[in-house]
């Protein structure tokens, strides 16, 4: 049974450049949500989607942006990259009428933005 | 904001128990209590959830306070492998406000 599978793995950008990180959920799962970690922090919520919809978000800005397709998987788009967005980005799966059992992640994109 | 506290770091020597607490005294009646932990260049890892009562897995024993304001995750015999960073977590009934704090960093010594 897949976990939560994210790609790519790694990506260095350019400052002032965009892109996207996606994210295929766990199999069953319906729900998903974003996450940034910074070095030595914990992670940093972004937005959950469910039903294609962003459900919840977090103090991030809108140049951080996320599509959820039919298939459940996600996509997360960053525009207008600046330093500071370097991070692992976290990606986190679950089923919203189970969501007390928690999410399941995946191992993350590290992003290096130069 | 993370609705947790954490002590930033403890160290256990391998094969022995370690309690690791957290207070979470702003805990509404329907939030869920979870533990995470995340070895390096890893995603979070579930260890375990609960509510009221006392939880036990393969991986580890959740001791919550009869006030709900605090939990203790218990891990039995420490090994090298379970060196991390632990994070206690509150989240609602549907999984939302999902927010990590900065976690314990648990060392394990040989």
């Known amino acids: 049974d897949a976990g939560v599978t994210q790609s790519p793995t790694h990506l260095i950008k350019t400052r002032g450049q965009q892109v996207t990180l996606r994210c295929s959920p766990k199999?069953?799962?319906?729900?998903v949500s974003w996450y940034q970690q910074a070095l030595g922090q914990g992670p940093q919520f972004i937005f959950q989607?469910?039903?294609?919809?962003?459900?919840q978000r977090g103090n991030f800005p809108d140049r951080f942006s996320g599509h959820q397709f039919p298939n459940y998987s996600s996509e997360l788009n960053v525009n207008a990259l600046l330093l500071g967005d370097s991070a692992l980005y976290l990606c986190?799966?679950?089923?919203?009428?189970?969501?007390?059992?928690?999410?399941?992640f995946g191992s993350g994109t590290r992003l290096t933005v130069v | 904001d993370a609705k947790t506290t954490q002590p930033n770091s403890m160290e256990s020597n391998e094969e022995e128990p370690v309690h690791l607490p957290c207070n979470h005294s702003?805990?509404?009646?329907?939030?869920?209590i979870h533990w995470y932990r995340q070895l390096p260049s890893q995603g979070p890892e579930y260890v375990i959830h609960?509510?009221?009562s006392n939880v036990n897995n393969r991986m580890a024993s959740l001791a919550i306070a009869e006030d709900r304001k605090s939990s203790t995750l218990i891990l039995h015999r420490a090994t090298l492998r379970d060196a991390a960073v632990y994070y206690c977590?509150?989240?609602?009934?549907?999984?939302?406000?999902?927010?990590f704090g900065p976690g314990t960093r648990l060392s394990v010594l040989p």
């Open positions: 986190a799966s679950s089923l919203v009428a189970e969501g007390r059992h928690g999410y399941t």
């Open positions: 989607y469910y039903e294609e919809e962003e459900r």
């Open positions: 702003t805990i509404s009646g329907t939030d869920y």
């Open positions: 977590i509150l989240s609602g009934n549907y999984g939302q406000n999902f927010v």
């Open positions: 609960g509510l009221t």
């Open positions: 199999s069953g799962h319906d729900t």
